[in-house]
């Protein structure tokens, strides 16, 4: 309500989130898929249209409901998540807080492959198209790239070194190891990599991660 009723820093912003996990098909009834229910850029989402941007929202197949008041694009694979995201631009700023699957099944099937116990499947991978890094390489580029680093170990070093790797403005990286719980929890223990260095934000609500991350990005926007 407070945000409702407060100042809107980004209206006439356009902004991107894309969201959830996405799925690829091993078969029609098969997929293989990272763990994410989509909460965090649901929250990331319902914040900058909070601030009064217009929010694109590219989602894959999320447990949770997109935000009300911003512009859903549903997608399932990798390859149909860039697409969406590359027929969006031009952008002011992109939040790439989807949990995209690496690879996708090269040998998928077109029917159901039927359970025989003398022929286990053997699945073959392709690597997916990197969303996030394709991004911060386009000729229209957005002036704020923003990606997250799930991470089990090493979280501040393993993201400080994806975001040279990705060529992203900042990095949102998240402690997933198995002894902070938070995996698929309602938190979120955030450490913000910026050019300028490391912020480390204390555990919070996945909303308001979403609340502060949205403001910090008015500030650069505005
Ligand atoms: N990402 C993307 N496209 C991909 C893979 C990842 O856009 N094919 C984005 C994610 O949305 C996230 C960031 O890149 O913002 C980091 O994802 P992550 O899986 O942590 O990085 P990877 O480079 O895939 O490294 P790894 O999985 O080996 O840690
Ligand atoms: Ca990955």
């Known amino acids: 309500i407070a945000a409702a009723l407060g100042p809107k820093p980004l209206i006439g912003k356009r902004v991107l989130v894309t969201s959830g996990p996405t799925h690829e098909p091993i078969d029609p009834v098969r997929y293989i898929a990272n763990r994410s229910s989509g909460a965090q850029g649901t929250a990331i989402a319902a914040a900058l249209r909070d601030l009064g941007a217009d929010v694109v929202f590219v989602t894959g197949p999320a447990s949770v409901a997109p935000p009300a008041g911003v512009q859903v694009v549903a997608v399932e694979t990798a390859q149909q998540m860039l697409h969406a995201v590359e027929a969006e631009l031009p952008v002011d700023a992109a939040i790439m807080a989807a949990a995209v699957a690496d690879w996708r099944v090269e040998n998928n099937f077109t029917q159901k492959i039927k359970k025989a116990p003398e022929s286990i499947p053997i699945l073959t991978f392709s690597e997916n198209p990197d969303i996030l890094k394709t991004l911060s390489s386009h000729v229209m580029r957005p002036p704020l790239v923003i990606g997250f680093a799930a991470e089990t170990e090493n979280v501040i070093k393993n993201a400080t070194a994806k975001r040279a790797r990705k060529g992203c403005d900042w990095i949102v990286a998240n402690d997933v190891s198995a002894e902070t719980g938070i995996m698929g929890g309602t938190e979120n223990a955030v450490h913000l990599v910026t050019m300028d260095g490391v912020e480390d934000?204390?555990?919070?609500?996945?909303?308001?991660?979403?609340?502060?991350?949205a403001a910090r990005i008015a500030e650069a926007l505005t």
């Open 201 to 213: 934000w204390p555990r919070l609500p996945k909303s308001e991660v979403g609340h502060r991350l």
